[in-house]
Structure formats: structure tokens, C-alpha cells
Antibody, heavy 120, light 107 residues
């Protein structure tokens, strides 16, 4: 059974950069059958896709984030990471990492989520 | 970007009754539509993919269908554990987009 666990700071200041890591167990981030992605959920709001990284390191990002996002694989740690720059209060959310099925691009396994607050 | 619109925002149904949730895509997405369930304090859970295929471990009372760009999630006989928020997601094109959710409340 695949398990994902997010880690990172819970509080970040405006204009700074957020860095989160997602550790994967029970499966390899090298697998060509799956992608690895980040989704966020602002307080009392719906789900927003942030971006994906593929097994070969290729990425897809949500254009709404205006180039502030970087997602990368760390095969040595069997993990992947999210970097989001130029933070504002609008980036306050629960951040989830998830595995995507390569055949259907759906999120079949999720982490429990980590809350991030942007505030001075 | 493909906009997904869910209706109603809130649906109140009694246990044992049928619930029908709707999701409309702003353009054709073929059958590339998934449904998720989210309970308070939990991550979403994949229920349905490819419009009508149930994910592993999902009970048969959950079913999905489509007509053009209109998609439906039906829960045939509501159990207490089914009261949650439901989201649709299209994966026909990037960026991946979700609907705003339908809250299913106990009547």
C-alpha cells in the first residue's frame, strides 16, 4: 500500500518561499506508471491543482500560479518536493501531495495534508 | 482552462434514499472525468474514474454516468458514512481542474 507524507513549515512570511517535501513509501517515484503531484485547499474552499512531476523529471504546472512553482523528484530519498515563491496570504491552505495514475491522470493515493499559513 | 461546475452546492437527503450529484464541463472532456469524496479533516478519496469506473474498494452503490458534457454521480442508497463533500475533476486537458464541490448533508 502506497503511503505519502508531507513535511514542511506551518508558518511562512509574506514574500518568502515555501518548501514542502512529500516522502513516499510502498512505491517508487521512479515508476513510469505514475506521476506525483501537489494540490492545495484554501480554508473552506475547494481543491486547486498545483502541478505534477513525471518519473523522468518532466513537469506540468497550473498557469494560475504565474511561474511561482517548482516541483522536483529526489529519487535518492524516494520523495518529491514543492517550492512556491513570492507568497501572499492567498497561498494559505492545506497542501496535499498525491500519486497520479499515469493511465487516467487521477489522484489515487493522497497524503494527509499539511497546513500552511502565510502571515507576518 | 476547462471550468467544471457542480450542482447543487448543497444537497440534503435522508439515509437510505438516492442522491444524484451533477457536474458540467465548459467544453468536451470525453470520458476523462473523476469523482472524489472528502470528509472533514481528511484528504479526498478517489471514487470514480473514466466517468463510470469505480476505484478499488469503492462500494457498488456509487455509480457514474455522462451525457455530453454533463456528468452524474449517483449514490443509490445513502449510508451514514456517505455524507461528505464530493468533487469532480477533469483530466482531458491541462491544467487539471476540479469543480467547486457539492456538500451532501443528512436530511
Amino acid at each position: 500500500q502506497v503511503q505519502l507524507q508531507e513535511s514542511g513549515p506551518g508558518l511562512v512570511k509574506p514574500s518568502e518561499t515555501l518548501s514542502l517535501m512529500c516522502s513516499v513509501s510502498g512505491g517508487s517515484v521512479n515508476s513510469a506508471s505514475y506521476f506525483w503531484g501537489w494540490i492545495r485547499q484554501a480554508p473552506r474552499k475547494g481543491l486547486e491543482w498545483i502541478g505534477n512531476v513525471f518519473y523522468n523529471g518532466d513537469t506540468k504546472y497550473n498557469p494560475s500560479l504565474n511561474g511561482r512553482v517548482t516541483i522536483s523528484l529526489d529519487t535518492s530519498r524516494n520523495s518529491f518536493s514543492l517550492t512556491l515563491s513570492s507568497l501572499t496570504a492567498a497561498d494559505t491552505a492545506i497542501y496535499y501531495c498525491a500519486r497520479l495514475r499515469g493511465t487516467t491522470v487521477t489522484f489515487d493515493f493522497w497524503g494527509r495534508g499539511t497546513p500552511v499559513t502565510v502571515s507576518s | 482552462e476547462i471550468v467544471m461546475t457542480q450542482s447543487p452546492a448543497t444537497l440534503s437527503v435522508s439515509p437510505g434514499e438516492r442522491a444524484t450529484l451533477s457536474c458540467r464541463a465548459s467544453q468536451a472532456v470525453s470520458r476523462h472525468l473523476a469523482w472524489y469524496q472528502q470528509k472533514p479533516g481528511q484528504a479526498p478519496r478517489l471514487l470514480i474514474y473514466d466517468t463510470s469506473s469505480r476505484a478499488s474498494g469503492i462500494p457498488a452503490r456509487f455509480s457514474g454516468s455522462m451525457s455530453g458534457t454533463d456528468f452524474t454521480l449517483t449514490i443509490s442508497s445513502l449510508q451514514s458514512e456517505d455524507f461528505a463533500i464530493y468533487y469532480c475533476q477533469q483530466y482531458s486537458d491541462w491544467p487539471l481542474t476540479f469543480g467547486q464541490g457539492t456538500r451532501l448533508d443528512m436530511k
